[in-house]
């Protein structure tokens, strides 16, 4: 298994732009986790899924920030429009509720800069 | 509110001598607890959870409940222990999301 997948791994984008970044969890996981990673801020839970299902969108900064999970192999999370404080890393994560410790597996991230 | 505190943003430490990265949390209940590691271009992965009360790579970590604290320890420090480590807590409750702390960045001095 490749791990979770993500893509692209660098994004460089001029404000205003949409930015749509990708992941593919591991196959067989039921949780879906988005992180944004700042210095200022360390890592930041924005969403998570179950089963496909939104769980708790409450990390999500504002309404430019949307996610989705069409199934369970594909994830998306779009910024639009996007601004230079959006700059940061993106991680995406997944688990399998199966398990008792709900141990997370990251993805490469994608770095993100906003010009 | 749950709340995992890292006081240090970074924390150097020669080669051979103790480590200890401190975390403290904030849970009304008993938490599940891990540490999270991140080398150098490499991906965020689990170090090692409480409840397993394992060593992983010479890192132990006890939870104490009475100082809401679960501090990650190594009795003598190598060069490839530079990381960031997060401390990351968990509620009982099967939907509840993991909280990460801001993260220490560790730096081994040779």
């Known amino acids: 298994d490749a791990g979770v997948i993500q893509s692209p791994r660098h994004e460089v984008t001029e404000m205003g732009q949409e930015v749509t970044l990708r992941c593919k969890p591991i196959?067989?996981?039921?949780?879906l986790f988005w992180y944004r990673q700042t210095m200022m801020r360390g890592l930041e839970l924005l969403i998570y899924?179950?089963?496909?299902?939104?769980?708790?969108d409450s990390g999500m900064p504002e309404d430019r920030f949307s996610a989705k999970m069409p199934n369970a192999s594909f994830s998306t999370l779009k910024i639009q429009p996007s601004e230079p404080r959006d700059s940061a890393v993106y991680f995406c994560?997944?688990?399998?509720?199966?398990?008792?410790?709900?141990?997370?597996?990251f993805g490469p991230g994608t770095r993100l800069t906003v010009t | 509110a749950q709340r995992v505190t890292q006081p240090e943003k970074l924390l150097s430490v020669f080669k051979g001598a103790p480590v200890e990265l401190k975390c403290n949390y904030s849970?009304?209940?008993?938490?599940?607890l891990f540490w999270y590691v991140q080398y150098s271009r490499q991906r965020l992965q689990l170090l090692l959870r409480?409840?397993s009360r394992e060593s992983i790579k010479g890192f132990t970590a006890d939870l104490n409940k009475g100082e809401t604290s679960f501090h990650l320890k190594k009795p003598f420090a190598q060069e490839e222990d530079s990381a960031m480590y997060y401390c990351?807590?968990?509620?009982?409750?099967?939907?509840?999301?993991?909280?990460f702390g801001k993260g220490t960045r560790l730096h081994i001095l040779p």
């Open positions: 994560a997944s688990s399998s509720g199966l398990t008792s410790s709900y141990e997370q597996y």
């Open positions: 196959s067989g996981h039921d949780y």
């Open positions: 899924f179950n089963n496909n299902v939104p769980i708790d």
């Open positions: 849970y009304s209940g008993s938490p599940e």
């Open positions: 409480h409840i």
């Open positions: 990351a807590l968990r509620g009982m409750n099967r939907d509840d999301k993991i909280i």
